[in-house]
């Protein structure tokens, strides 16, 4: 069974940093990985899509990798801003555009 | 382009009552995923429809069901709800093997 786990859960940096949320998977026999943000209550907004022929995707302050053989994809953020905060979701794709994912990442900027 | 659109956004029921949801996928895209949300469990996929046919489901008990019209609308049913079904349900369209895009969910409350 395919499972996603997400390090850490909660992350408070103050504004300007630079940050890393982590993202492993047990089955490397991956389609894509896609990571998202959630704000409180809302729907999910798609931030990158890494097809698994890719090693990274890169959109504004964000870059996300992938490397498959140790399992495991980061997003990287740059600059961070108050506006970050939300919770980042990864989410790994087992085919059939079937999503799997982790718990996510609760991100505080503080100003 | 409009985005995925779903509806109602709020809905409130009593136990054993049934429930239909309602989701609007990106036009053109053939492919609609349906999760739920809970603060315990997470996001997890319930089933996946492309042209008409459910190609991948979840592990979720009968009462659980879907459909997807010729227009690649679809709707999910949840019958006898429980308590435990109080959730955020998020519908995703997608073209295949692509970025999932996801609406803005049903806030859905058992009593």
């Known amino acids: 069974k395919q499972e996603v786990t997400q390090i850490p859960a909660a992350l408070s940096v103050p504004e300007g940093e630079n940050l890393v949320l982590n993202c492993s998977f047990t089955?490397?026999?991956?389609?894509?990985l896609q990571w998202f943000r959630q704000d409180p209550g809302k729907g999910l907004t798609s931030l990158l899509l890494?097809?698994?022929?890719?090693r990274e995707q890169t959109s504004g302050r964000l870059n996300a990798s992938l490397d498959k053989s140790s399992g495991r994809s980061t997003l990287y953020i740059a600059a961070s801003q108050p506006g970050d905060s939300a919770t980042y979701l990864c989410a790994h794709d087992q085919g059939a555009q079937k999503l799997v994912f982790g718990q996510g990442t609760r991100l505080t900027i503080n100003p | 382009k409009a985005g995925v659109t779903q509806t109602p956004r709020y809905l409130i029921k009593t136990r054993g009552q049934q429930v239909t949801l309602s989701c609007s996928p990106i036009?053109?895209?053939?492919?609609v995923s349906w999760y739920q949300q809970t603060p315990g469990q997470g996001l997890q996929f319930l089933f996946e429809y492309f042209s008409e046919t459910q190609r991948n489901k979840g592990n979720f008990p009968g009462r659980f069901s879907g459909r997807q019209f010729s227009n690649s609308r679809s709707e999910m049913n949840v019958s006898t709800l429980e308590l435990g079904d109080s959730a955020l349900y998020l519908c995703?369209?997608?073209?295949?093997?692509?970025?999932?895009?996801f609406g803005p969910g049903t806030r859905l409350t058992v009593t």
């Open positions: 890494i097809q698994s022929s890719q």
């Open positions: 036009s053109g895209h053939r492919s």
């Open positions: 089955d490397s026999a991956i389609y894509n």
């Open positions: 995703a369209s997608s073209s295949p093997g692509n970025e999932q895009y």
